[in-house]
Nanobody, 126 residues
Framework: QVQLVESGGGLVQAGGSLRLSCAAS????????MGWLRQAPGKEREFVAI????????IYPESVKGRFTVSRDNAKSTVFLQMNSLKPEDTAAYYC???????????????????WGKGTLVTVSS
């Protein structure tokens, strides 16, 4: 059974940057797409980013495109989310997620990111 553990959350001022990390354990995920979701207080969980198993394909929603970058290191079973130009509306719990498939699946909720970690909190102050 896969375990996903996020780290790197915290408090940052608007315009600042944070880098989230996600360590996967339990089984190798080098052949699985991985990504990030987030959930703000009182709102539904939303898709943030996904990266294919080989790292050559990424998808972002318009709300973070150009500011967030997802990457992965399969040798270390780690996925990253670099967040720049942060805004107060980016405040949320951020969840690392894994798919059972190697690529994003647009026919599935969250592009198929079905397995989630426990999350790390990001707070952006204005």
């Amino acid at each position: 059974q896969v375990q996903l553990v996020e780290s790197g959350g915290g408090l940052v001022q608007a315009g600042g940057s944070l880098r989230l990390s996600c360590a996967a354990s339990g089984r190798t995920l080098s052949r699985n797409a991985m990504g990030w979701l987030r959930q703000a207080p009182g709102k539904e969980r939303e898709f943030v980013a996904i990266i294919s198993w080989g790292g050559n394909s990424t998808i972002y929603p318009e709300s973070v495109k150009g500011r967030f970058t997802v990457s992965r290191d399969n040798a270390k079973s780690t996925v990253f989310l670099q967040m720049n130009s942060l805004k107060p509306e980016d405040t949320a719990a951020y969840y690392c997620a894994a798919s059972a498939q190697p690529q994003a699946n647009p026919m599935r909720p969250y592009y198929g990111l079905d397995y989630w970690g426990k999350g790390t909190l990001v707070t952006v102050s204005s």
